[in-house]
């Protein structure tokens, strides 16, 4: 289902947008920002991927913490390189965009915030989420007792099943609670 940076099909455009929670001008839109970031080169071939430092590039990833996940998390590429097709850049948008439902937005939050991509949060990824949220430089980071109580909290709010971890499912019941993720979880 590879596009040609040149001009998007009305078939693909039609299926696309049954696919997403992107509107027809917003995929036309996003086309033509995928096809800005490949090279010349690339523009010919069937299935182009742009590499993810060109698209860590994007202002809307520029300054999130969390670039890197999102590009890991969306990428289809066998390599693990973080790089995107056309198509996984549509599901990236799709997924931030203001019409995605909170399932959605709390899926693919929970994927990136899962740094070892074992399927939970364990105190591994917390400890790296919290990083990733306050800094890691001397100045923001937080001592080891701070980081243990805080993961302790976190673990005490959020892990019904009492496993010493967070699922998707104990993550979306805590993401029901709280009416600023949505709003967060947007580019």
């Not at 809307?60 to 790089?83: A, Q, W, Y």
């Amino acid at each position: 289902m590879g596009t040609t940076a040149s001009q998007l099909r009305k078939d693909l455009l039609s299926e696309y947008q049954e696919l997403t929670f992107l509107t027809k001008q917003e995929i036309i839109l996003a086309h033509k920002r995928f096809s800005e970031l490949l090279s010349k080169e690339d523009r010919n071939i069937p299935t182009p991927r742009v590499p993810m430092e060109k698209v860590l590039s994007l202002p809307e990833l520029k300054s999130n913490p969390f670039r890197k996940r999102i590009c890991h998390v969306f990428s289809t590429s066998d390599m693990k390189d973080g790089s995107l097709t056309f198509e996984d850049f549509l599901d990236l948008l799709s997924a931030f965009s203001d019409s995605a439902t909170l399932e959605i937005k709390s899926h693919y939050a929970f994927r990136i915030f899962d740094f070892d991509d074992d399927g939970t949060l364990d105190g591994g990824d917390l400890e790296k989420l919290v990083n990733c949220l306050t800094g890691e430089t001397d100045d923001t980071r937080l001592t080891t007792e701070e980081m243990r109580q805080l993961i302790s909290n976190i673990l005490e709010e959020s892990d019904i099943d009492k496993d010493g971890t967070v699922n998707l499912s104990e993550f979306q019941h805590v993401i029901s609670r709280s009416p600023d993720f949505v709003r967060s979880v947007q580019m």
